[in-house]
């Protein structure tokens, strides 16, 4: 099931050596993320954006003697805000698909993650097709695992989508959920 494998990467509306001349001429380029999806961007107790991709987008700009500014943006409308020029670019762990690509340019992936099915602890989860059957599986809205489970079980079991995946967590949490679809490492607390 290597087709699961979310492939993820930074998204780039401009290309880099665009990005590189305008850092060299003094403008102040503004990243799109999240700021919803822990470990890999969220907000802290203080009220600023935090992780392992906004870590990356400071080290970017950073390498390039850029000021940069973080931009929080809802999921599913982060690709429409970049198209509209709300910021120059999105680091926020975005998988790589065709669909996207017809509307925005990836730079290469800076790591790899697995989809997963996540449930109460201590039951047992069956994820095979004649498993799901029936079942309520939540996911957040507008990902990979949000698409699979539509294309894949949407005749067969519930399918509900969360404007984040916290929301979700917590329908799971709160037993309205049979189990839940999503980045294992963004599940593995």
């Not at 802290?44 to 987008?57: P, Q, R, T």
């Not at 996911?139 to 979700?168: F, P």
Request: glycine share 8%; with cysteine; charged share 25%.
């Amino acid at each position: 099931m290597t087709w699961l494998k979310a492939t993820i990467a930074t998204l780039v509306f401009s290309l880099g050596l665009v990005l590189a001349l305008e850092a060299a001429a003094g403008a102040k380029l503004k990243i799109g993320t999240e700021g919803a999806y822990p470990p890999f961007n969220f907000i802290d107790e203080s009220g600023v954006l935090k992780g392992f991709d906004v870590d990356i987008a400071q080290a970017l700009c950073d390498k390039m003697g850029a000021e940069c500014e973080f931009v929080k943006q809802d999921w599913d409308g982060i690709i429409p805000a970049l198209l509209a020029k709300k910021f120059d670019a999105i680091v926020a762990s975005m998988s790589i698909t065709e669909e996207r690509k017809q509307a925005v340019g990836f730079t290469d992936r800076y790591y790899s993650n697995l989809v997963r099915y996540v449930g109460p602890k201590g039951k047992a989860i069956d994820t095979s097709e004649a498993g799901l059957e029936g079942k309520s599986i939540g996911a957040q809205r507008a990902t990979v695992a949000a698409s699979y489970l539509e294309d894949k079980l949407g005749k067969s079991a519930t399918i509900k989508l969360y404007d984040t995946q916290e929301n979700a967590n917590l329908d799971l949490v709160n037993g309205r959920l049979d189990v839940m679809f999503a980045d294992g490492l963004v599940m593995y607390e």
